[in-house]
């Protein structure tokens, strides 16, 4: 599982860098040019924003797997890996919907606070397994 979670971790740390230095620079040009709002450009920058805590995040998780209950820690990387699919993911095909053609996914608004809910249960999970902790 650590394994698993380092690998995760390792690669939506380096696509939310890789997304983040695509709406510093592409999507604001898009943005001067009239082809997306400040308000999407903002939306974007958040879902990169959580994406990189929560990659962190399961970084962490990772390195004291073995210290806390692994079966806690195991729930909350599986929340915090769909809270980053479904929350940073709906943020980035809303945000930029209208330049890739994708102006009907209006319906993944909903998506964005359930894998806000992921996040959030992520976290309250790592805490209780530290108070579950394995001796």
């Not at 920058?45 to 390195?63: C, K, N, P, W």
Request: include cysteine; proline fraction near 1%; hydrophobic fraction near 50%.
């Amino acid at each position: 599982m650590q394994k698993r979670l380092i690998h995760f971790s390792g690669f939506s740390g380096a696509i939310a860098v890789a997304l983040g230095a695509m709406g510093a620079h592409f999507l604001k040009t898009k943005m001067e040019q009239g082809a997306i709002t400040m308000d999407q450009l903002q939306a974007f920058e958040t879902g990169t924003r959580y994406q990189i805590y929560h990659s962190i995040a399961l970084l962490v998780i990772a390195l004291l797997y073995d210290k806390l209950n692994q079966r806690l820690m195991s729930k909350a990387a599986y929340c915090f890996m769909a809270g980053i699919v479904l929350f940073s993911g709906s943020l980035y095909i809303l945000s930029t919907g209208n330049l890739m053609g994708l102006s009907s996914a209006r319906w993944l608004g909903p998506i964005t606070p359930i894998g806000g809910l992921f996040l959030i249960a992520g976290w309250l999970i790592t805490g209780i397994s530290a108070a579950k902790k394995q001796d």
